[in-house]
């Protein structure tokens, strides 16, 4: 099995998919551009995603961009994200002025920062990546946020460990495919629609999967960038069969201007 991850081994995405995947063969990629295009041109059959997290929130342009290259949600992993300060070995929390990592991380690990003021944040491509260059270039007085995983591959000293803002910190990730590959057992679906501009659209949207016992566990609005300040909405529904969300559709359509299938897929329980 080859699947593209946004980093590289020692990645939070390549935990992801080690937990998903046997005899897996990895492709690391830069960014999440990089990873929706290559499961887009076939270069492999499935990519992991992050699609949000549970304290910094939804990750909006990855929704972009599932559509953007017509992909398609095949499944979703919950992860719980433990994030380590590590650097090399001779080093202490003093001795660091700069912390290196993935914007999300620094973003869930802000707090942890406000008592060392004089440490730089600095973002970059990934969290894994950030450890190995450390490892890699001996960067002294310089530290990565990453995870345990990634400090025993790298061999780096974890300075402080668990130091994100809320201790159950948890990070959603979604299985991506070209092809739509629809499982019987599904009951889960994620939807990305535009309302139409009448009064009162959107409540009779939610009025109506409340009747078909849909229940929406998300909805979030995203730009329409084509059109400024006009915005879609993506939402995950919920359901018991794969007929009762095929009602709902056939429902629903009426209502809205436009809606596309994001994805038909199980849900990941908690």
């Given at each position: 099995?080859?699947?593209?991850?946004?980093?590289?081994r020692?990645?939070?995405?390549?935990?992801?998919?080690?937990?998903?995947?046997?005899?897996?063969?990895?492709?690391?990629c830069?960014?999440?551009?990089?990873?929706?295009?290559?499961?887009?041109?076939?270069?492999?059959k499935?990519?992991?995603?992050?699609i949000?997290?549970?304290?910094?929130?939804?990750?909006?342009p990855?929704?972009?961009?599932?559509?953007?290259?017509?992909?398609?949600?095949?499944?979703?992993?919950y992860?719980?994200?433990?994030?380590?300060?590590?650097?090399?070995?001779?080093?202490?929390i003093m001795?660091?002025?700069?912390?290196?990592?993935?914007?999300?991380?620094?973003?869930?690990?802000?707090?942890?920062?406000?008592?060392?003021?004089?440490?730089?944040?600095?973002e970059?491509?990934?969290?894994?990546?950030?450890?190995?260059?450390?490892?890699?270039?001996k960067?002294?007085?310089v530290?990565?946020?990453?995870?345990?995983?990634?400090?025993?591959?790298?061999?780096?000293?974890?300075?402080?460990?668990?130091?994100?803002?809320?201790?159950?910190?948890?990070?959603?990730?979604?299985?991506?495919?070209?092809?739509?590959?629809?499982?019987?057992?599904?009951?889960?679906a994620?939807?990305?629609?535009?309302?139409?501009?009448?009064?009162g659209?959107?409540?009779?949207?939610?009025?109506?999967?409340?009747?078909?016992?849909?229940?929406?566990?998300?909805?979030?609005?995203?730009?329409?960038?084509?059109?400024?300040?006009?915005?879609?909405f993506?939402?995950?529904?919920?359901?018991?069969?794969?007929?009762?969300?095929?009602?709902?559709?056939?429902?629903?359509?009426?209502?809205?201007?436009?809606?596309?299938?994001?994805?038909?897929?199980?849900?990941?329980?908690?």
């Amino acid at each position: 099995m080859k699947v593209a991850i946004q980093g590289i081994r020692g990645s939070y995405h390549h935990q992801v998919a080690t937990q998903l995947y046997q005899n897996l063969e990895l492709l690391e990629c830069s960014s999440f551009d990089q990873l929706a295009l290559a499961v887009s041109n076939h270069e492999v059959k499935t990519g992991i995603m992050a699609i949000g997290n549970s304290i910094a929130g939804s990750i909006l342009p990855n929704y972009g961009l599932i559509k953007e290259h017509d992909l398609k949600i095949t499944g979703e992993y919950y992860l719980n994200i433990q994030h380590q300060l590590m650097a090399l070995y001779d080093q202490e929390i003093m001795d660091i002025k700069e912390v290196q990592s993935h914007p999300m991380a620094l973003l869930q690990c802000k707090s942890f920062f406000r008592k060392y003021p004089h440490i730089k944040l600095v973002e970059t491509d990934d969290t894994a990546a950030a450890a190995l260059r450390i490892s890699e270039e001996k960067k002294r007085g310089v530290a990565a946020i990453a995870s345990k995983h990634a400090a025993q591959l790298y061999d780096l000293k974890i300075l402080n460990d668990d130091v994100q803002e809320v201790k159950n910190n948890t990070t959603r990730f979604v299985v991506l495919e070209a092809r739509e590959r629809i499982n019987n057992e599904a009951n889960k679906a994620t939807i990305n629609f535009t309302a139409s501009h009448e009064s009162g659209s959107l409540a009779k949207i939610l009025t109506k999967l409340g009747e078909l016992h849909i229940n929406l566990s998300k909805i979030q609005s995203v730009h329409i960038i084509e059109k400024p300040f006009l915005f879609s909405f993506v939402a995950d529904l919920e359901f018991e069969n794969l007929k009762q969300f095929e009602e709902a559709q056939l429902e629903i359509g009426i209502l809205v201007e436009s809606m596309k299938i994001l994805g038909v897929y199980k849900s990941h329980t908690l």
